[in-house]
């Protein structure tokens, strides 16, 4: 059974940071991308970052570039977020997200993890 489950929101002021975590079971964590993806009130869900695992590309939407770094670990089947220089817009549900391969057509993605909440204070 595929798993994720993600961990590290939380609540922080303006210009701070966080690190979220996505830690992965279930499958062969190698042979897939993880994407993060957030979801604002009464917004549409909106991808941030994604990471092929098998190849070590990584992707960002121009809303973060620059500000958040994603990574992978391995041996932990995990895959961090650290989000920098945090601003109001940012807050959101985060989710993490599985597929082949990176892309943004979250419609089309079947695993899911079960979301946490970043708020980022002015």
């Known amino acids: 059974e595929v798993q994720l489950v993600e961990s590290g929101g939380g609540l922080v002021q303006a210009g701070g940071s966080l690190r979220l975590s996505c830690a992965a079971s279930g499958f062969t964590f190698d042979d897939y991308a993880i994407g993060w993806f957030r979801q604002a009130p009464g917004k549409e869900r909106e991808g941030v970052s994604c990471?092929?695992?098998?190849?070590?590309?990584?992707y960002y939407a121009d809303s973060v570039k620059g500000r958040f770094t994603i990574s992978s670990d391995n041996a932990k089947n995990t895959v961090y977020l650290q989000m920098n220089s945090l601003k109001p817009e940012d807050t959101a549900v985060y989710y993490c997200?599985?597929?082949?391969?990176?892309?943004?057509?979250?419609?089309?993605?079947?695993?899911w993890g079960q979301g946490t909440q970043v708020t980022v204070s002015s």
């Open positions: 997200a599985t597929d082949r391969f990176c892309h943004s057509d979250y419609q089309l993605i079947d695993y």
């Open positions: 990471i092929s695992v098998s190849y070590g590309s990584t």
